[in-house]
């Protein structure tokens, strides 16, 4: 069975420009979350998706956004991007939108901002 | 303000000795938590979780311990095997939601 796939798997931009990325769920799961991890932090909540509605945000700024898709995929969007959002950006899948307690994550998108 | 720490950014133990990785937090609200293993170039691989009207959690050779009074919970991985070398990071959530809190990481590393 396939797992979480993200893509893509490297990107660079420069500062200012926008990017989408983009995760596909495990078959079968109706929710995806996004995490930023920056270099030597653990991961950090962006968003969590369930059923095509946001369940939670975490505080990040307007210039983030995402949005999930009927068949449950998600794409992530940043604007106007900055050097510090160079970060590898996870999505993770779970079936529901209550903690069962395990997240099933992609290996990740990496973004460098120049 | 970091909510969940990790306080040691790495650990060497040898193979077949008891790994301990520890973590801390500070939200009293937690009342969920995971722990996760990752592997370079690969997503954080869920490991165990425990919640907040526990004090121990067992699934084979993974135990973890939570003490609420001290807000501290720890890993333990016995007996230690050299695949079980990778990043441990502790997660909290509060009312067992899945905006999870991530601690900074701890690389542990078996030597055989």
């Known amino acids: 069975d396939a797992g979480v796939t993200q893509s893509p798997t490297h990107l660079i931009k420069t500062r200012g420009q926008q990017v989408t990325l983009r995760c596909s769920p495990i078959s079968g799961h109706k929710s995806v979350s996004w995490y930023q991890q920056v270099l030597g932090q653990g991961p950090q909540f962006i968003f969590q998706y369930y059923e095509k509605e946001e369940r939670g945000r975490g505080n990040f700024p307007d210039r983030f956004s995402a949005r999930q898709f009927p068949n449950y995929s998600s794409e992530l969007n940043v604007n106007a991007l900055l050097l510090g959002d160079s970060a590898l950006y996870l999505c993770?899948?779970?079936?529901?939108?209550?903690?069962?307690?395990?997240?099933?994550f992609g290996e990740g998108s990496r973004l460098t901002v120049l | 303000d970091q909510q969940v720490k990790q306080n040691s950014p790495s650990l060497s133990v040898q193979e077949g000795r008891i790994s301990i990785l520890n973590c801390d937090y500070t939200?009293?609200?937690?009342?969920?938590f995971l722990w996760y293993k990752k592997y370079p170039a690969e997503g954080p691989t869920f490991l165990i979780s425990?919640?907040?009207?526990?004090d121990k959690n067992e699934d084979g050779r993974f135990t973890v311990f939570l003490n609420k009074s001290a807000k501290h919970l720890s890993l333990h991985i016995v007996p230690s095997q050299p695949g079980d070398s990778a990043v441990y990071f502790c997660a909290a959530s509060v009312d067992y939601g899945q905006n999870f809190v991530f601690g900074p990481g701890t690389r542990l590393s078996v030597l055989p």
């Open positions: 993770a899948s779970s079936f529901t939108s209550a903690n069962t307690g395990e997240l099933f």
């Open positions: 425990i919640s907040s009207i526990k």
């Open positions: 939200n009293s609200m937690f009342d969920y």
